[in-house]
Each structure stands twice: as structure tokens, then as C-alpha cells.
């Protein structure tokens, strides 16, 4: 049984402000909740990119863009 964090792995989110994670910047609001956000793979992504949530790290989001 999935917890509630572990229910958001493969949903969407929207980028709020600049993921970077070299300047270890960014979050993304996911079910009207603004949460800390890195790249899963390093590639910056832009604000307003729509993601995707592949896993959580503590309370970071690791989101890939779709």
C-alpha cells in the first residue's frame, strides 16, 4: 500500500520557479502543494514545464519533464 507521498510518484506537476540543480533551485506544485524539486536526470527545466514526479528524496521532488 502506497502512503500519500508515495502516491504522487507519476503525477504531474508545474514548475513554479527554475529547477537548477548545480544553484540547488527550484520547486513545483503538485495537488495545490508547492514543494522543493531537482531534476532526476540534472537537466535544468524551466518555470511553467510541466513534469513528471519520478520519485521523492526526503521532501524533494525528483521530476523529469514530459
Known amino acids: 500500500m502506497k ?25 513545483a506544485v503538485v495537488n495545490g502543494q508547492e514543494w522543493t524539486a531537482r531534476s532526476a536526470d540534472g537537466t535544468p527545466i524551466a518555470e511553467g514545464a510541466m513534469v ?8 524533494k521532488l525528483m521530476v523529469a519533464e514530459k
Open 3 to 27: 502512503t500519500n507521498v508515495e502516491s504522487l510518484v507519476g503525477r504531474t506537476a508545474r514548475v513554479t520557479s527554475r529547477i537548477d540543480n548545480d544553484l540547488a533551485t527550484g520547486t
Open 52 to 59: 513528471e514526479i519520478k520519485e521523492i528524496k526526503g521532501v
